[in-house]
């Protein structure tokens, strides 16, 4: 009977296969979900594109990031040229664009929100 038996040693030696891992999902194609039938893009959209697109959608936003790169562009140059009182003008310019734009990007945020589905 001894010699049935195996040994600790005897099946560390012997390589256990486990069996293959089940993939629940095919990650080369989207998941299939159902009732769900995602609308199809007629082709992907280039940066130009679609800065264009969103700028139509929001127009505001674009002005306000401009309008704040450019108070603070000329509020350095005045600092830098020793101006303190036109720099700190500027500055508070530049905090002004930046509400604006915050603000703009929540508006448009939340009429896309409320804007009914096509």
Do not use: H, W
Not at 21 to 38: R, T
């Amino acid at each position: 009977m001894a010699g049935t038996a195996t040994t600790p040693a005897d099946s560390e030696q012997t390589p256990k296969s486990s069996p293959p891992a089940f993939v629940p999902f095919d990650f080369s194609q989207p998941p299939v979900i159902e009732g769900f039938n995602p609308l199809q893009r007629a082709r992907d959209e280039g940066f130009k594109e679609k800065f264009l697109r969103k700028t139509k959608e929001n127009p505001f936003v674009p002005i306000g990031c401009l309008g704040t790169a450019i108070a603070l562009i000329y509020g350095l140059r005045a600092f830098n040229q020793g101006k303190t009182r036109n720099s700190q003008l500027l500055m508070r310019g530049r905090i002004f664009a930046q509400g604006f734009t915050v603000v703009a990007i929540i508006v448009g945020v939340f009429t896309t929100a409320v804007k009914p589905k096509q």
